[in-house]
């Protein structure tokens, strides 16, 4: 099927879009579809760009701006999903138990394009396709089912993984029912250039994409990892529900170099705290009320949890064997309120992370330390050599 195949003139053509915490290139892509939709026949006044914010706060005006550019924001409707607008939302049944309520304008839609960026993600596997619908514009049970402790502890939902994953799965199946036509959907490099786009079915764009992104990712490592330092991009800095990612990453990845009880160092300035979402809220009530990580994943186990705080449950998980060092958060008392160390500087971070590594493995100050830096910690799978994975409790 072909974009001409269903654009015409009086369609009315949502396009999904990601928010100002994914680094997508959207004002490129979605100047590229405005421009063919238009040479389609269809109006500007019949395209409505959805912002898939999932449970975090809506962009600002600014953030829009950056985002999408001026000719774009000031010339086309957008909207911002809110997965708590139940007369906003539609309910189409349930995939595999999991509900799929989605927003009211993806199925009013006679064409329905999202956009995405395909990069590792902690339980997808590897984002794009059709998550920027499913989960982006998903109600709050959807996101909330998809987040729970069953999906999180199955095997298959693991980072990197798209086959047996149960949460891809559901993704596909799920964006299929909604109705989603098209996704366009590219790969970036470090600078984030695009390097790869592909326009089409979800399913196929993703194939593509993933294989692209396996070679471009994942890498291997030949040794294992005293301590590690875990870059993130500043639009995941922002706050301290994004930022945590880059370390989750490194220690959730499929035969990860890290030693268990290796520190990570994490550079984020996180001028948001927690994060203003609801999502982000959520964690931030969940890590900082409990006496402990390991307190925390005994009781969401016990009990489940809202939609948002699955960060604070993966993130209590990899706490339980790794101390995470925060440089230069604005917000200090947010990082030790959820049991991680706060260093003002790197070189303050390395001297508190050298000596947890030292006690922790038992070496002297004459001993080696293998550090892992790893500069786009949520853009590399690193992977110790003919190591069997390490399964967090």
Not at 87 to 96: F, H, K, R, S, T
Not at 337 to 356: E, G, K, R, S, T
Request: aromatic residues 4%; contains cysteine; charged residues 15%.
């Amino acid at each position: 099927m072909h974009l001409s195949d269903l654009a015409r003139p009086g369609a009315r053509v949502s396009i999904a879009f990601t928010d100002a915490t994914r680094a997508c290139p959207d004002a490129v892509l979605i100047g590229l579809l405005i421009d063919e939709l238009t040479a389609l026949g269809v109006s500007r006044e019949d395209i409505t760009l959805l912002c898939a914010t999932g449970l975090h706060r809506p962009m600002s005006e600014t953030e829009r701006l950056l985002k999408l550019g001026a000719d774009i924001c000031h010339h086309v409707r957008i909207v911002d999903h809110n997965a708590f607008d139940a007369a906003g939302l539609v309910n189409l049944g349930e995939i595999d138990g999991l509900p799929v309520v989605t927003n009211r304008l993806c199925v009013n839609s006679d064409v329905l394009i999202a956009t995405g960026v395909v990069e590792p993600h902690q339980y997808a596997g590897y984002s794009g396709g059709a998550k920027t619908v499913v989960i982006g514009c998903g109600g709050e049970a959807t996101i909330q089912a998809t987040h729970s402790p069953a999906m999180l502890d199955h095997p298959g939902t693991r980072l990197g993984e798209i086959e047996g994953n149960p949460f891809q799965r559901f993704v596909r199946a799920a964006g299929a029912r909604i109705g989603l036509h098209f996704a366009l959907n590219v790969v970036l490099d470090e600078s984030g250039s695009i390097l790869f786009a592909a326009l089409g079915s979800p399913a196929s764009v993703h194939d593509e994409l993933v294989a692209q992104a396996r070679r471009l990712y994942e890498v291997n490592v030949p040794a294992p990892a005293h301590l590690a330092l875990a870059g993130v991009e500043p639009v995941k800095a922002v706050n301290l529900y994004q930022a945590s990612r880059a370390a989750t990453y490194l220690a959730l990845a499929s035969n990860t170099p890290l030693l268990p009880g290796a520190p990570i160092i994490l550079p984020a300035p996180i001028p948001e705290g927690a994060g203003r979402g609801a999502g982000e809220q959520r964690f931030f009530e969940m890590l900082s009320g409990a006496a402990s990580p390991a307190q925390l994943v005994q009781k969401m186990r016990r009990e489940g949890f809202p939609a948002g705080a699955q960060r604070a449950y993966v993130l209590a998980q990899v706490l339980m064997q790794h101390p995470i060092i925060v440089v230069g958060a604005e917000r200090p008392d947010v990082v030790t309120a959820c049991h991680m160390l706060n260093a003002p500087n790197l070189d303050a971070a390395l001297v508190v992370a050298q000596d947890i590594a030292r006690r922790q493995f038992h070496l002297s100050v004459k001993d080696w330390l293998n550090y892992l830096i790893v500069p786009h910690a949520l853009l590399t799978l690193p992977r110790l050599d003919g190591q069997p994975s390490k399964n967090l409790v």
